[in-house]
T-cell receptor
């Protein structure tokens, strides 16, 4: 159990366009989902915490107007990279927890989305 | 400044040996520490969580220790196999919440 999927797995887009990435919890309800970005050989950097039915909480330095997050249901969160630029090229990973708020909650990660902006 | 340090150099070992990976941290007093495995181009997979009041935790061939005095966690894989080759990330509580902060990870390569 506790499977998280992401779609697409890879996407190439042109500079200036927008890209939407979906994150789904397949067999559990996730009141909270997280979006990370990972550059090669770097650690996962938390971008935002997404709560179902409310606005996402963004980490310092992450532009909320550029990285739009929607958590429309208990099993789906989306990240839209608006007006993408080459520097936005990265590996985007979502995760979900079944026990939001509990201190020792385990996170279940999606397989990631490789975004390349040309 | 606050840091989570994992050896950036890959660890190369022979099949059957015990792999030991290190996670050091400074200026935190984490309530827990987690270890994840990440394969290339994939998301991390949770392996183990150890709490601040626990010294050691085991799961099959995996063993994690947590020394809050040394501010260090050791991650051991016994009887290592080529299939254990991956990057291993430590993650720890840096802000008193259930959202951990991740280290950069250490690549483990097990040679047959």
């Amino acid at each position: 159990g506790a499977v998280v999927s992401q779609h697409p797995s890879r996407v190439i887009c042109k500079s200036g366009t927008s890209v939407k990435i979906e994150c789904r919890s397949l067999d559990f309800q996730a009141t909270t989902m997280f979006w990370y970005r990972q550059f090669p050989k770097q650690s996962l950097m938390l971008m935002a915490t997404s709560n179902e039915g409310s606005k996402a909480t963004y980490e310092q330095g992450v532009e909320k107007d550029k990285f739009l997050i929607n958590h429309a249901s208990l099993t789906l969160s989306t990240l839209t990279v608006t007006s993408a630029h080459p520097e936005d090229s990265s590996f985007y990973i979502c995760s979900a927890t079944r026990n939001a708020g509990q201190k020792f909650a385990e996170q279940y990660f999606g397989p990631g989305t490789r975004l390349t902006v040309t | 400044s606050q840091k989570i340090e994992q050896n950036s150099e890959a660890l190369n070992i022979q099949e059957g040996k015990t792999a030991t990976l290190t996670c050091n941290y400074t200026n935190y007093s984490p309530a827990y520490l987690q270890w994840y495995r990440q394969d290339p181009g994939r998301g991390p997979v949770f392996l183990l969580l150890i709490r601040e009041n626990e010294k050691e935790k085991r799961k099959e061939r995996l063993k994690v220790t947590f020394d809050t005095t040394l501010k260090q966690s050791l991650f051991h894989i016994t009887a290592s196999q080529p299939a254990d080759s991956a990057t291993y990330l430590c993650a720890l509580d840096t802000r008193g919440s259930y959202i951990p902060t991740f280290g950069r990870g250490t690549s483990l390569i097990v040679h047959p």
